[in-house]
């Protein structure tokens, strides 16, 4: 999994979107706002790396902050349109890779990979 994890990774281009990035992308647009410190704990990093990844998140336009409705001192960071759609490019592009890739594969074979997810996705859940 890890290979082919990489290999997604590394087919986008120079300068695009750090894993951070898409990761935190990928967390707001799934679940909804959320503040930089829950974030980090999510995410499993240092506040201060948390800050940095989503200080160029805003300055690309791709989240937003606001002040939180209940604790005005805290802030909510958002995923904006633009992020989205940034977000679902990225898929896009990923989900052709594999697509074209599991063009080789003969039917017997892409089912037997079809087969394995729920094991596999179980798996990360207990990790």
Same mark, same amino acid.
Not at 35 to 40: D, F, V
Not at 76 to 90: A, D, K, N
């Given at each position: ?89 990225? /898929?896009?592009?990923?989900?052709? /890779? ?30």
């Amino acid at each position: 999994m890890g290979r082919i994890v990489r290999r997604l990774r590394q087919a986008h281009a120079v300068g695009d979107l750090s894993l951070s990035g898409v990761s935190v992308l990928a967390r707001l647009a799934r679940t909804g706002p959320d503040s930089p410190g829950s974030l980090a704990d999510l995410e499993r990093v240092r506040p201060q790396a948390m800050a940095s990844t989503l200080a160029g998140l805003a300055h690309r336009g791709l989240v937003s902050r606001s002040p939180d409705a209940t604790d005005g001192r805290r802030v909510v960071v958002s995923i904006t349109e633009e992020g989205r759609g940034v977000l679902e490019q990225r /898929r896009s592009e990923s989900v052709s /890779r594999l697509a074209r890739a599991l063009d080789e594969f003969t039917p017997r074979e892409r089912q037997a990979l079809h087969d394995v997810l729920p094991l596999l996705d179980r798996l990360a859940e207990h990790l």
